[in-house]
């Protein structure tokens, strides 16, 4: 063939390689951007730019361009020193966040991070999870959410981890994906956000291995897509209002996988501001993630050679208050009904809360009233305080057994410390296995 014909056909070769992502993606335009306001307040201005809950937040505002070069350098210091200070009783995905919180683009010169020490150390606890699922029954110390941000994190800062095992342990049908034969939206976006991950490198001949790994994976990404999809609302969300950004994410790095029919990013996209315009996300880690997916941004986006941006046109907002929804705590007192329920065994009082209480408060107020049976404990986590033990009986996530919460019969989408309580709702922590 000669030179002149070849040359369409270069062109053609080289316009069927740009990802398609780039059409998919729907993010937010610029005359819009004022309505992500909220978000950004809740996160900037919140408790949770400090210590190692921190670390979605600082990913989220430093994706999106959200700080100013000050900001960030400040914000930066102080979660290297957290890092430092309490790496040993991290999770394997505290960790893995705060690789990519850190190393989600390349800072102020002044600071050097050392990463491969870091990652290293990921690397031991990956493997700690490895071996429990081994050892027991095929769970691991944590979850599949977090075991995904760990592959991703490796992955992006070249660890060192197992494809082939990557390849089993992340296939769809896999126990950890479900919650009560649910399928958990969240952790399998992240997990396609991993596996997208490991195949880009693979292919791109970073990790030379077995193609049949490759197809695996290929396919275990088409599943999970399928999967996300099924959990679609009529208004668009992706599983509920909390895994949407999540899923967002995973459905713009892998465009095909599905047809454009299939989703319309569109109507997720406007969904998701009406949501924010009448008060939603008004927790820190809430609004950390579903920033980036309205800024057309994915976690496959850290990079930590590539310098940050700095100041986007509303990072001056962090001075505005955001608008407040929140049911004031007013002098009226509201009754409702509490139980702890185990196996057939109920145990029910009735207090007596201010309107407007959480969850958190009617479990203070019965133990107050009935400590024998009404004592519990809670660790607090990025989602605000979880229920870890009911009575001395300790959720574990080796049995996977933990505390439900429920009202009226229905698990609660919202945590104790902020689901708000209704008169005469019949609320619930259930002994429940997932
Ligand atoms: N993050 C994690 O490790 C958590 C991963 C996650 C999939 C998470 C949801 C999603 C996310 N984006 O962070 C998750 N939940 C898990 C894995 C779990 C299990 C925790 C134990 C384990 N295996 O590690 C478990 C036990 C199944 C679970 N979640 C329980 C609960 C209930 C907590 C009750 C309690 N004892 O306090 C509760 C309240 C459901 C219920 N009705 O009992 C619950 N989870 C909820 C509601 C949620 C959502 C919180 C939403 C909100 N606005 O508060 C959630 C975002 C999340 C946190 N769980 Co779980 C899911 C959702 O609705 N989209 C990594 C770490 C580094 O940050």
């Known amino acids: 063939m000669r030179q002149s014909h070849q040359l369409p056909l270069v062109g053609l070769l080289l316009f069927s390689l740009i990802p398609r992502q780039q059409c998919e993606i729907c993010k937010v335009s610029k005359e819009n951007k004022?309505?992500?306001?909220?978000?950004?307040?809740?996160?900037?201005?919140?408790?949770?730019?400090?210590?190692?809950?921190?670390?979605?937040?600082?990913?989220?505002?430093?994706?999106?361009?959200?700080?100013?070069?000050?900001?960030?350098?400040?914000?930066?210091?102080?979660f290297i020193l957290t890092v430092r200070s309490t790496e040993p009783s991290l999770t394997s995905g505290q960790l893995?966040?705060?690789?990519?919180?850190?190393?989600?683009?390349?800072?102020?010169?002044?600071?050097?991070?050392?990463?491969?020490?870091?990652?290293?150390?990921?690397?031991?606890?990956?493997?700690?999870?490895i071996k429990n699922m081994e050892d027991h029954d095929g769970n691991p110390l944590t979850n599949y959410y977090q075991l995904s941000l760990d592959v991703l994190a490796l992955c992006l800062f070249s660890g060192n981890y197992s494809v082939p095992k990557v390849a089993e342990i992340f296939k769809p049908g896999n126990k950890n994906y479900y919650f009560h034969k649910?399928?958990?939206?969240?952790?399998?976006?992240?997990?396609?956000?991993?596996?997208?991950?490991?195949?880009?490198?693979?292919?791109?001949?970073?990790?030379?291995?077995?193609?049949?790994?490759?197809?695996?994976?290929?396919?275990?990404?088409?599943?999970?897509?399928?999967?996300?999809?099924?959990?679609?609302?009529?208004?668009?969300?992706?599983?509920?209002?909390?895994?949407?950004?999540?899923?967002?994410?995973?459905?713009?790095?892998?465009?095909?996988?599905?047809?454009?029919?299939?989703?319309?990013?569109?109507?997720?996209r406007d969904t998701?501001?009406?949501?924010?315009?009448?008060?939603?996300?008004?927790?820190?880690?809430?609004?950390?993630?579903?920033?980036?997916?309205?800024?057309?941004?994915?976690?496959?986006?850290?990079?930590?050679?590539?310098?940050?941006?700095?100041?986007?046109?509303?990072?001056?907002?962090?001075?505005?208050?955001?608008?407040?929804?929140?049911?004031?705590?007013?002098?009226?007192?509201?009754?409702v009904n509490y139980s702890v329920v185990i196996n057939n065994a109920k145990d029910r009082i009735v207090v007596s809360v201010a309107n407007g209480s959480v969850f958190l408060k009617v479990m203070e107020q019965a133990q107050k009233e009935n400590a024998a049976l009404f004592s519990f404990t809670a660790e607090e986590t990025s989602w605000g305080p979880y229920i870890t033990t009911v009575r001395g009986i300790k959720a574990n996530t080796t049995n996977r057994t933990y505390w439900e919460l429920l009202s009226n019969g229905e698990p609660l989408s919202e945590g104790a410390g902020s689901y708000v309580v209704h008169a005469g709702d019949d609320l619930e922590v259930r002994w429940s296995t997932y």
């Open 34 to 78: 004022t309505a992500l306001k909220p978000l950004v307040h809740t996160m900037i201005s919140s408790n949770y730019t400090k210590g190692i809950q921190a670390a979605k937040v600082l990913l989220s505002l430093r994706l999106g361009g959200f700080l100013n070069q000050n900001q960030d350098q400040h914000l930066i210091e102080q």
């Open 272 to 335: 998701v501001l009406k949501e924010i315009s009448q008060g939603a996300f008004r927790m820190p880690t809430a609004a950390a993630q579903i920033l980036p997916a309205l800024m057309g941004k994915t976690y496959l986006n850290v990079n930590k050679d590539s310098s940050c941006v700095y100041g986007s046109d509303i990072s001056h907002i962090s001075t505005q208050k955001p608008i407040s929804v929140t049911p004031a705590v007013s002098a009226s007192q509201i009754k």
């Open 96 to 129: 893995a966040l705060a690789i990519l919180a850190l190393g989600a683009c390349k800072g102020t010169d002044g600071i050097s991070i050392n990463y491969s020490e870091l990652v290293k150390k990921l690397g031991n606890k990956y493997k700690a999870e």
């Open 182 to 268: 649910q399928f958990s939206v969240d952790t399998g976006a992240m997990a396609v956000l991993a596996l997208t991950c490991v195949k880009r490198s693979i292919t791109s001949g970073q990790n030379k291995i077995d193609t049949k790994d490759l197809d695996n994976i290929d396919n275990h990404i088409k599943l999970l897509i399928r999967k996300i999809l099924s959990q679609k609302t009529e208004n668009g969300l992706l599983g509920n209002i909390d895994s949407t950004g999540e899923a967002m994410q995973a459905l713009f790095v892998s465009s095909n996988y599905y047809n454009k029919n299939q989703w319309v990013c569109q109507k997720t």
